[in-house]
C-alpha cells in the first residue's frame, strides 16, 4: 500500500498513460488503497491539469485523455531508454524534420535520466549502426545536448574548434540558436574573444563545456538565426538567392520523396501539344517519356535558394533520374560542367545529362 500521497499520485499517473480504461477497481487494487481513496486521486489529477475521463458502469472506469495543453509524461525505464536512443540517432544526422525541438526535447530527457539508464542508452547506441540519408557528416548527440541546454539556459559556452584550414582555436561563446539545414548543424553564438557574430559547424566542434554562468541574450543583427547563417556561409552580408527551374523525367510522388525538402516541391509537368502529338522530339518521346526514353511521367521543379550551384547540381544528379535545366545560367554552365567531368571519369561521352539555355 503507498501512503504518501504524491507517490502514490504519480502511480496512478503512470498506470492511466497505458492507453486502456482502467475500472476502479483494479487501479484501487494496484494501489493497495479504497474505491474512495482512487477518486479523489483523480480529482487531484484533474485539478493538476490532466483531463481523467470517467465512465459510468458497475464498476466504473477511468482513461486518460487528450486536453488542450500536455501534461508531464511519467515514462517507465523501457520507455526513457527507448524515446532517448530514437532521439540520438536522429539528431547525430540532421535529418529532415528533426530540428532544434528534437534536440531541446533530447538534453531535458538525457538531464533526468538516472545514472544506470544513460548507461543503457550509451551501450545500446554503441552497439548500433544506423543507416541515414543525411548528407552532412554524422554529430555526437552529448555535443547537441550540451548546446541545446546553454542555447535554453542562456549559459555561456566553451569548446574547442577546426576551422576549415583545419586551424585549431578555443572559443568562449553565448550561444543564441542552433540551425539545422538539412545536411549539417549549425550554432550561431557570439564569440566573447572576438566580439562579434559567429556561426560554426558542429561537426568541427569537440568538447563543448557549459561554463555555468549566465549572459543576457544580444539582439542578433539580422532578426533571425536561420537569415544570419545564410549569409554567414556566402560570405557576404549581400549574399542573393536565386531561382531554379529543372524538368525531371520522373513522377513527381516519386521525385519529392527523393529530394530535401529545402530544394522545394516538385509538381506534375505536362507536356506540351507538339510532345503529345510526338512532334517534339525524334518520333520516341511521347508522353510519359524523357531524354533517352525514360518511363513514368515527369514533373517541374522550381525554388528559390542561396546555396552554391554546385550543391544543387549534385542533388539533383543524385536522383537517379534524367533532369533538363532550364536556369540560371550559373546551374546551367555547372551541370553542363559536372556531366563533362563525369563522362570523362568513366571514359565515355556523356549522353543522359541535358542543360538547356534559359
Known amino acids: 500500500m503507498t501512503t504518501d500521497t504524491p507517490a502514490r499520485l504519480l502511480q496512478l499517473l503512470s498506470l ?5 480504461e482502467w475500472p476502479g477497481g483494479e487501479l484501487a487494487d494496484r494501489l493497495g488503497v479504497s474505491r474512495r481513496t482512487v477518486r479523489r486521486d483523480i480529482d487531484r489529477l484533474r485539478d493538476l491539469g490532466y483531463p481523467v475521463q470517467a465512465t459510468m458502469g458497475s464498476d466504473g472506469g477511468y482513461r486518460l485523455v487528450a486536453g488542450k495543453a500536455m501534461p508531464p509524461l511519467v515514462l517507465d525505464d523501457e520507455e526513457a531508454v527507448a524515446i532517448a536512443v530514437g532521439l540520438r540517432a536522429g539528431a547525430g544526422h540532421a535529418l529532415e524534420g528533426v530540428d532544434e525541438a528534437s534536440v531541446r526535447a533530447l538534453a531535458k530527457l538525457e538531464q533526468v535520466l538516472p545514472a544506470r539508464l544513460r548507461h543503457r542508452v550509451s551501450t545500446l547506441q554503441a552497439a548500433t549502426t544506423p543507416l541515414t540519408s543525411g548528407d552532412g557528416a554524422s554529430i555526437a548527440p552529448e555535443t547537441l545536448t550540451v548546446m541545446a541546454s546553454t542555447v535554453a539556459g542562456q549559459e555561456r559556452l566553451r569548446f574547442a574548434y577546426r576551422a576549415k584550414d583545419g586551424t585549431e582555436s578555443r572559443r568562449l561563446t553565448e550561444p543564441y540558436r542552433l540551425v539545422s539545414t538539412g545536411r549539417r548543424w549549425y550554432l550561431v553564438a557570439y564569440d566573447l574573444d572576438r566580439q562579434d557574430w559567429r556561426t560554426f559547424r558542429v561537426d568541427r566542434v569537440r568538447d563543448p563545456f557549459a561554463t555555468g554562468a549566465r549572459f543576457a541574450p544580444r539582439e542578433l543583427p539580422t532578426g533571425s538565426a536561420a537569415e544570419y547563417l545564410r549569409r554567414s556561409i556566402h560570405g557576404r552580408p549581400d549574399a542573393r538567392a536565386y531561382e531554379y527551374d529543372v524538368t525531371i523525367h520522373a513522377p513527381a510522388e516519386l521525385v519529392g520523396a527523393l529530394l530535401p525538402s529545402w530544394l522545394g516541391t516538385p509538381v506534375p ?20 517519356t524523357g531524354p533517352g526514353g525514360t518511363v513514368g511521367g515527369r514533373c517541374r521543379l522550381r525554388g528559390s535558394t542561396s546555396d552554391p550551384v554546385e550543391w544543387v547540381a549534385v542533388r539533383l544528379a543524385m536522383l537517379g533520374h534524367e533532369f533538363s535545366v532550364h536556369g540560371p545560367r550559373e546551374l ?14 568513366a571514359g565515355t561521352e556523356p549522353t543522359t545529362a541535358h542543360a538547356t539555355t534559359p
Open 269 to 288: 509537368d505536362l507536356p506540351d501539344a507538339g510532345e503529345r502529338n510526338g512532334g517534339g522530339g525524334d518520333g520516341n518521346e511521347g508522353e510519359g
Open 332 to 345: 546551367v554552365d555547372c551541370a553542363r560542367e559536372l556531366s563533362g567531368r563525369l563522362g570523362r571519369a
Open 16 to 20: 492511466l498513460q497505458t492507453p486502456r
